[in-house]
């Protein structure tokens, strides 16, 4: 059973790429879309040839905007952030970007959102991730709550939030990475992804969590003594080519919309197909084989009383 054999080394590689996520999300630090800070994005596409970017920079430093964002987007769009615009700068600003009409251009979007109500978006985007990961605590301590040996129904769940926290962090330092060289933004499809991974990756983590349960009631029902090792080995190699099947067939889908699909569901579609990939090995790797230590502290307890 190599993965349990050699578990250690996956910890280490894996607590490895957790730490990068953290030092990507820390000091790479992704913008928030207008969503969650509130101001004005507008988006436009020129006809013909787009302007250089110091030039438009130009253009709209000169009408006295705060720091706006400004930024390529596709092969002749321009995507500018900047604070709440009335309609009166508004219209400045398509001005200048047109340089007064002398530039043909089309203006595909303009959204325009308050701070509080942006900073309301994001508190509630924190309850629902901080909800769902409560709520599947809970759950799983109810479901394995026949579970008492070698290690508690609460420790399941406890391993279960560990891998959900894990599976978080890396797809999002890799979207860290990703916006430092695209400029893409948090938005609410982001939070929408992360939810999905969140689901996902539970799902991989209780089935091979129920087969461990189901060989430990076997067992006690026959009366037979099996190390807790070739238990948790059993319940992943058991498992092991329904959850590959799956990520497979879920990865295959996310790369078809990354692909084929539009320039709004890209990044979406890459948060979710890096959060497919994490939630698989998570559960393979380090969910399960987080049992056994577990199971040996539960164990060194009960010899100490």
């Known amino acids: 059973m190599p993965i349990i054999t050699h578990r250690r080394i996956f910890f280490i ?6 730490v990068a996520s953290i030092a990507a999300i820390v000091f790479i630090r992704p ?9 004005s994005l507008v988006e436009v596409a020129y006809e013909t040839e787009r302007p250089q970017l110091a030039e438009v920079r130009e253009r709209v430093h000169a009408l006295g905007f705060d720091e706006p964002s400004i930024r390529e987007s596709g092969e002749r769009n321009i995507t500018i952030r900047t604070r709440t615009l009335s309609p009166e700068e508004h219209d400045q600003l398509l001005a ?7 530039e043909a251009m ?3 979007r303009f959204n325009s959102i308050g701070p509080s109500l ?3 978006l994001a508190i509630k985007a924190l309850y629902a991730i901080a909800g769902v990961i409560l709520a599947i605590v809970f759950y799983i301590a109810w479901a394995f709550r026949q579970v008492s040996r070698p ?15 894990h599976d978080i962090i890396v797809p999002t330092g890799f979207y860290a990475v990703w916006n430092y060289f695209t ?4 938005d609410s499809l982001f939070v929408v992804a992360l939810l999905a991974i969140l689901g996902y990756s539970v799902n991989d983590t209780i089935v091979i969590f129920d087969r461990v349960r189901e060989h430990l009631r076997k067992n006690a029902e026959d009366e037979i003594e099996q190390p807790f090792e070739e238990v948790v080995g059993s319940a992943i190699y058991e498992t092991l080519g329904r959850s ?3 990520s497979v067939t879920v990865i295959l889908a996310l790369v078809a919309l990354a692909v084929f699909g539009s320039a709004v569901t890209l990044n979406f579609s890459l948060v979710l197909l890096a959060g497919v990939v994490v939630g698989t090995y998570s559960s393979v790797l380090l969910a399960a084989p987080l049992l056994i230590p577990m199971a040996r502290l539960f164990a060194k307890k009960e010899e100490i009383q």
């Open 13 to 18: 590689l894996i607590g490895a790429l957790t």
């Open 183 to 186: 400029g893409a933004q948090i």
């Open 96 to 102: 200048a970007l047109s340089n007064d009409g002398a």
């Open 244 to 246: 590959i099947n799956t």
């Open 151 to 165: 290690v508690t129904s609460w420790v399941y769940g406890f391993i279960v939030v560990a891998i959900l926290i």
């Open 106 to 108: 089309t203006e595909l």
């Open 31 to 39: 913008q928030l879309s207008i969503e969650f800070t509130g101001g």
């Open 118 to 120: 942006g900073n309301e």
